[in-house]
């Protein structure tokens, strides 16, 4: 029988998303565009005129196109299709453009997009405190009294643990080869790896883990990154990795068959036993980054974007459309 473990888990990373993904208050934005001209509408013009110049016709002047609105509002969170189309969004197809690099241009556009900084710069205060408190302490008392070797028995056993959700997300983005492989690696590690604390999958010519998660899934399947966005005891995230996150939770193996106390006593196992592998990669981080926030924050949105464009890359749907969420509609 399924423990309420991972629905309990789920409901509470899904309500904290919910919580604290609310938009900041409303900000000053710019006149509205007249539909002739693209200029503010300004109603003192007409008074102003001239009578004496209204009777003697002027030589129109050509209108200048309207350059493409960069505000984004959190609030509006509709989206709109965006495929081959040219950057004044006419939606005719322009000359040496592909899908793959309208995508691309799409997470260019949005890799800074933080609307929500006031928010996440103090939730990252506070999970930076506590790893500095809490986390890298026990990982380094645990670092000397666990052998290097178990605790990679340990990352290999989550891993393994793990590819349940990489064998579902591969499949769901298309990457039947990757799926395949992933497939491949699980029944190796578990049969001939010790239940998978030992990696023998590269021996039988398989091939290394392959990263995918379901937020990387709604990437594939056209949902734009949305605003960046830290939650307390949480990775770094953005709203569709946010959701994605929820779901992996809800798909982890673990939390089918132990109790809840017990699925966050894994957490904690994994999150001390993962920093007690990288301590030195990320105090030399610490040491050399003068913006902590910005650093971090721009180093996941890039590799977030680059796993999307891969897994498109690899992707047998081979989608030409692309679901992005923008800031208001013209």
Excluded: C
Excluded at 97 to 116: G, N
Excluded at 263 to 279: M, P, Q, Y
């Amino acid at each position: 029988m399924v423990q309420p473990g991972p629905v309990v888990l789920a409901a509470l990373v899904a309500s904290s998303i919910l919580w604290h993904a609310a938009p900041t208050p409303a900000q000053d934005t710019a006149p509205l565009a007249t539909e002739t001209t693209g200029a503010p509408a300004d109603p003192a013009a007409k008074s102003d005129a001239n009578p004496a110049a209204d009777a003697v016709p002027a030589a129109p002047a050509p209108a200048a196109e309207p350059a493409p609105s960069t505000v984004l509002d959190p609030s509006d969170f509709a989206g709109s299709f965006v495929s081959k189309t040219d950057p004044g969004g006419s939606e005719k197809p322009t000359a040496d453009d592909t899908s793959l690099t309208a995508i691309e241009r799409d997470e260019e556009e949005l890799a800074e997009y933080d609307p929500w900084a006031p928010f996440n710069e103090k939730t990252f205060a506070f999970n930076h405190g506590l790893d500095s408190h809490v986390i890298k302490p026990a990982a380094k008392a645990y670092d000397k009294v666990v052998p290097n070797w178990v605790q990679r028995a340990f990352n290999n056993m989550f891993e393994n643990v793990g590819s349940f959700r990489r064998i579902l997300s591969t499949a769901l983005q298309g990457r039947f080869n990757d799926m395949g492989q992933e497939l491949g690696r699980f029944v190796i590690n578990t049969m001939f790896g010790l239940g998978g604390f030992i990696d023998a999958a590269p021996s039988f010519g398989v091939q290394e883990k392959t990263p995918a998660d379901m937020g990387q899934t709604f990437g594939v399947w056209g949902a734009g990154p949305g605003p960046y966005l830290v939650l307390p005891f949480l990775p770094p995230l953005t709203l569709r990795d946010a959701f994605g996150f929820a779901f992996d939770t809800a798909l982890d193996p673990i939390t089918w068959v132990a109790p809840f106390a017990a699925a966050l006593a894994v957490t904690g196992e994994k999150t001390i036993n993962e920093r007690s592998l990288n301590l030195e990669l990320y105090e030399n981080v610490e040491e050399n980054v003068f913006d902590l926030y910005s650093a971090v924050r721009n180093a996941y949105l890039q590799t977030r974007s680059k796993a999307v464009r891969v897994a498109l890359a690899r992707s047998l749907f081979g989608r030409r459309e692309r679901l992005i969420i923008t800031g208001p509609h013209e």
